[in-house]
Nanobody, 133 residues
Framework: QVRLVESGGDSVQPGGSLTLSCAVD?????????LGWFRRAPGKRREGVAG???????IYADLVKGRFAVSSDSARNNLYLHMHDLQPEDTAMYYC??????????????????????????WGKGIQVTISP
């Protein structure tokens, strides 16, 4: 059972920066995992933001490219989302997710967003990010 706990949510002004963290534990030794960040704005569906494939490749939704960066420590016990030039439309609940995969990709582009091809197996409870003047 993989457990994920997000932290770092806050309220910032437009143009500001924020880094979210996700503490991950419960991996099964010898298994491969993908990790990703998703968000859900009020009245909207959850959308993918950024992810790290099991082989370490990063993938980003077009709507955050050049503004957001995803990273993790070598053991993938901590996942980060570095967000810059934040805008009111970035206001949402942000979730980290994990998926155990044997081969292939976990994520794929979906319009200007990104989605988990097979869904994520485990989710954090989410954390609020609010962008307002």
């Amino acid at each position: 059972q993989v457990r994920l706990v997000e932290s770092g949510g806050d309220s910032v002004q437009p143009g500001g920066s924020l880094t979210l963290s996700c503490a991950v534990d419960g991996y099964t030794a010898g298994s491969k995992y993908c990790l990703g960040w998703f968000r859900r704005a009020p009245g909207k569906r959850r959308e993918g933001v950024a992810g790290i494939e099991s082989d370490g490749r990063e993938i980003y939704a077009d709507l955050v490219k050049g503004r957001f960066a995803v990273s993790s420590d070598s053991a993938r016990n901590n996942l980060y989302l570095h967000m810059h030039d934040l805008q009111p439309e970035d206001t949402a609940m942000y979730y980290c997710g994990a998926e155990r995969i044997s081969e292939g990709n976990c994520f794929a582009p979906l319009g200007r967003s990104m989605h988990a091809i097979y869904g994520m197996d485990w989710w954090g409870k989410g954390i609020q990010v609010t962008i307002s003047p």
